[in-house]
């Protein structure tokens, strides 16, 4: 017989599925491709599109099995692969658009809905390879469907490499130009680091870094609409050490939930069990939504004063409460704010209450960074280098990932929706500042990094 505690846990646990949104936001399957580098790029593809399918051609069923047997949804099945950089380097005959074609074709054959890792760490420099495959950015997300991509172009170690980010600048612009029928979304499945963490499970950052096994399975759990459920519950009065106990406690339970899932799941594949990484990301579904936690926090919207502080508690709580329940947190772990996949964010935006400037400000103390933000497809590609430096100089200074994911939407301005569909939602065309930063983004170099990078 169960006694009373356990059956009441049981029932919050069903409740958490049935009611807020409770789910395994992606398993994805790390895995290094460092073996299948040769001088041939036709070999190097081969060897690509076979490993994919031996390691990964369980991954789906086995996902759905676990999804059946435990009555959790998991909602995406991804792979995260060495970055692809270096697997084209060598080749004498480098054609990136190739291999870009080989993981989205093995990616459909295994049936995963992403596939991250093609993309470069160039914080202090790019090498040949580095060179070739950001140029080859634009074409390789068109010409694809399911390939995601990443260039961590800072560091608290190294500084921020601005040559990168003037050309990423360019590449956003250029890869939304050529899926201008789709709204730009070949820009929304390109993302720009500083301090990009090698475990993370959530695209479009993810990639098997090179201290990671030949293999692993990284869980990705999220539960924003469970968070804002017992928030929602408090008595207004309740002060601040009891909401964030109060968030701690529902944490510890999401992540108890999703390292059980994926440690069978793991098991089942063959492979060792990575990292949990323990995000709030929201969806587009009415409720399951980060900025719905502030509110019920006492906010109107989103963006009002105080949303920093609010998000910042809720950050620090969601981590605190994930380290209590395994030893093995890694990935991003804390609150996403993308706005095209955030209902709460939408609506806060509409209303005036959210600007570009205030999420800059908020991602201060989130887990990432400007996440999946429309704005006016006739921005420069200068102005949107100004916001990826921004952004990268705030996770320089304070030692944390920081991150931009843009969309300059073709043919559209302020006002504008953008609809990307599935989880990327959609979004209204946010308004940008247009004062000139030409010169400052042109100079080029490297901002150099912070006095406390010197801690050895």
Wanted: negative net charge; charged residues 20%.
């Amino acid at each position: 017989m169960f006694n009373k505690a356990k059956v009441d846990s049981i029932l919050q646990t069903i409740n958490m599925i049935r009611m807020h949104h409770l789910d395994i936001r992606t398993v994805t399957l790390s895995l290094s491709l460092r073996d299948c580098i040769s001088t041939d790029i036709n070999e190097v593809a081969d060897k690509i599109h076979e490993k994919i399918l031996k390691y990964a051609k369980n991954l789906a069923a086995y996902a759905k099995e676990v999804e059946d047997e435990f009555s959790i949804p998991i909602v995406n099945k991804r792979i995260a692969v060495t970055p692809v950089s270096l697997l084209g380097e060598s080749a004498k005959n480098p054609d990136y658009i190739l291999l870009a074609k080989t993981l989205d074709e093995a990616a459909k054959e295994v049936n995963v809905d992403f596939i991250g890792g093609f993309g470069a760490l160039v914080e202090k420099g790019c090498t040949k390879g580095d060179e070739y495959l950001i140029e080859a950015i634009p074409q390789a997300l068109a010409q694809t469907q399911r390939v995601c991509s990443s260039v961590n172009v800072g560091s608290s170690k190294a500084g921020i490499n601005m040559k990168a980010v003037l050309k990423m600048g360019k590449i956003i612009k250029e890869a939304a130009n050529l899926t201008a029928k789709d709204d730009g979304i070949g820009a929304a499945k390109l993302v720009v680091f500083c301090n990009v963490p090698s475990d993370n499970p959530f695209m479009a950052g993810a990639f098997c870094g090179y201290g990671e096994p030949e293999c692993a399975l990284n869980i990705g759990v999220s539960g924003p609409g469970v968070v804002r459920a017992a928030v929602a519950q408090l008595p207004k009065e309740a002060d601040f050490g009891v909401v964030a106990n109060k968030i701690k406690s529902i944490a510890y339970k999401i992540t108890s939930t999703g390292e059980l899932v994926g440690r069978d799941l793991a098991k089942r594949l063959g492979i060792p069990f990575g990292v949990i990484d323990l995000s709030l990301a929201p969806t587009p579904a009415i409720g399951d939504s980060v900025a719905n936690i502030l509110e019920a926090m006492g906010l109107e919207h989103t963006g009002a004063h105080g949303t920093t502080a609010a998000l910042a508690l809720l950050n620090d709580a969601v981590k605190k409460g994930g380290t209590m329940a395994t030893s093995y947190v890694g990935g991003l772990s804390g609150a996403f704010i993308p706005v095209s996949e955030d209902a709460g964010m939408i609506d806060a935006v509409e209303n005036n209450a959210l600007s570009l400037s205030k999420l800059e400000a908020m991602t201060s103390v989130c887990s990432v960074g400007i996440d999946m933000v429309a704005i006016p497809g006739d921005t420069s590609s200068e102005i949107i280098s100004g916001i990826i430096a921004d952004e990268m100089a705030i996770g320089m200074i304070n030692k944390k990932t920081t991150a931009v994911r843009i969309i300059p939407v073709p043919n559209k301005k302020e006002g504008d929706y953008a609809v990307f569909g599935g989880l990327l939602g959609e979004a209204p065309i946010m308004c940008v500042n247009k004062f000139d930063n030409t010169v400052f983004v042109n100079r080029s170099g490297r901002i150099p990094a912070p006095i406390h990078s010197l801690n050895n």
